[in-house]
């Protein structure tokens, strides 16, 4: 159903008016920092490189770009969109847009099902952050040097069978994203990220820098930029895709959030390619500062989760100045952990503010809470709960933890699902009008877009989504 000039007009202005009292973005910068903030993480400093190294390298990393441009870039400009277009948390902003263009109100799940996803990877994400924290202190004290890769190890396994170790570090990383959150959009999310973006950054190109000088870097450009496409197998190209929807934030409500933050004068499609760009550059360079280590140390590309916490720890113990990069290594790990922590946290926190009517640090502090103790579960199955598999019953769920569950649950259903849910909205529900009034592309620019998301992406998400669960 299309819109009228006039009634676009007013539903535009009536939200340009919520929108300010709820506080905008300053400028496009801010939101391409904190939306950039929220993809660069976890995803592009540790699981990039190793399913890289698992995947055959420079046919992997060709896959992976095309992904980004079909599946991701498309996907995000949706959800941008439809924050912008709604004003509000995910859940209401589906709601309002469902009202207004007299479509089903069950619309309105789809951005629940991104915050549930989001809330619940943050609960282990803020697990993992905090072995990055932890890491820290043992890389810089010196504890690495000249180890053994069973003393490396060792020191990795004491501290994932230690909850209350694992407690403290979670709680650590819990109170920097909620500290942040609770400061609200000009004051918190944008002030954090204009700060810990361009120092991640730095860190980034400092190891880089450093890499250069192990005297494997070219090894390392030609394993990533030469594709072998004898090494890239159906399930490769299945992890390119899943990996490109799951590094920019997709599926989760995040962008959603985001955008409902950002002016109505600021480009979606610019800013939308500007952060994947960002975020692919951001993953490529931090294969080009892992890859050099370990193959100037001999060691395996395809070495798994492992990579970060084992493999690259001893490595860096055997080099001169190791102990200090391989702390920069963790603080940059930090920084990324933090910024998607951030953005993780801030749907539920929106939507308790509008829905329950709750002051903003109030609502940081009950979300961040339960996402806390919710972690504390995660915690305790690598240690005293490692032999406890609820699901077991199920053949593909047999033997995973209560971590493993979260990871796959919101990995392989709730992303993908949410993705495809965004993608039918825009290409087969939402207004068109509304659309281009919200993008405000060119015909032909408009097309492609429209064309891509309606019949491309959601194929693409489905064929990920059905080989997950098989």
């Not at 919710?374 to 971590?403: H, M, Q, R, Y």
């Not at 992303?415 to 281009?436: C, I, K, N, T, Y």
Request: charged share 10%; glycine share 10%.
């Amino acid at each position: 159903m299309s819109l009228s000039s006039s009634g676009s007009a007013t539903y535009t202005g009536a939200l340009e008016g919520a929108n300010a009292k709820r506080g905008l973005w300053s400028s496009r910068l801010a939101f391409v920092l904190a939306a950039t903030g929220s993809a660069v993480g976890l995803g592009n400093i540790w699981k990039f490189p190793y399913i890289t190294g698992e995947n055959g390298g420079g046919a992997f990393v060709l896959v992976y770009l095309v992904c980004i441009a079909v599946v991701g870039i498309p996907i995000m400009m949706a959800e941008v969109m439809i924050g912008r277009r709604g004003g509000r948390s995910p859940v209401n902003s589906l709601r309002l847009i469902a009202e207004r263009d007299r479509l089903n109100p069950a619309w309105k799940l789809v951005g629940a099902v991104g915050i549930l996803a989001g809330f619940l990877i943050l609960s282990f994400y803020s697990v993992i952050g905090g072995w990055a924290v932890s890491y820290v202190g043992t890389t810089a004290s010196g504890a690495l040097t000249g180890q053994s890769a069973e003393a490396v190890g060792a020191i990795f396994s004491d501290l994932l069978s230690d909850p209350m170790t694992l407690l403290l570090w979670h709680t650590v990383f819990m109170a920097l994203v909620m500290v942040v959150v609770a400061r609200g959009v000009r004051s918190g999310l944008e002030r954090a990220v204009s700060i810990l973006m361009p120092g991640l950054f730095v860190l980034l190109l400092i190891m880089v820098g450093y890499a250069m000088t192990t005297g494997a870097f070219g090894r390392a450009a030609a394993f990533l930029f030469q594709p072998d496409f004898s090494k890239l197998t159906t399930s490769g190209v299945l992890i390119a895709l899943g990996h490109a929807f799951f590094t920019l934030s997709l599926g989760m409500a995040v962008m959603m959030a985001y955008g409902s933050y950002l002016p109505k004068h600021v480009s979606i499609a610019k800013t939308s390619i500007t952060v994947s760009v960002i975020d692919t550059a951001v993953a490529l360079l931090a294969g080009l500062a892992i890859f050099p280590v370990v193959f100037a140390n001999g060691l395996e590309p395809g070495a798994g989760p492992g990579l970060i916490f084992q493999t690259l720890p001893l490595a860096f113990g055997q080099m001169p100045l190791g102990a200090f990069f391989g702390t920069l290594l963790f603080v940059l790990l930090i920084f990324a952990a933090w910024t998607s922590g951030i953005s993780l946290l801030e749907p539920i926190v929106e939507w308790l503010e509008e829905q329950k009517g709750l002051n903003r640090a109030v609502s940081t502090l009950g979300a961040g809470f339960i996402c806390w103790a919710l972690g504390i579960a995660s915690i305790l199955s690598l240690n005293l709960w490692s032999d406890v598999a609820p699901l077991s019953f199920i053949p593909a769920l047999e033997g995973k933890t209560i971590f493993d569950l979260l990871d796959f649950f919101t990995a392989n259903i709730l992303l993908p699902l949410g993705g495809l849910l965004v993608a039918l909205f825009a290409g087969w529900v939402m207004s068109r009008q509304a659309m281009e009034n919200e993008l405000s592309l060119s015909a032909p620019a408009f097309n492609l877009w429209f064309i891509t998301v309606r019949f491309l992406t959601p194929v693409a998400v489905a064929v990920v989504f059905v080989y997950n669960l098989i």
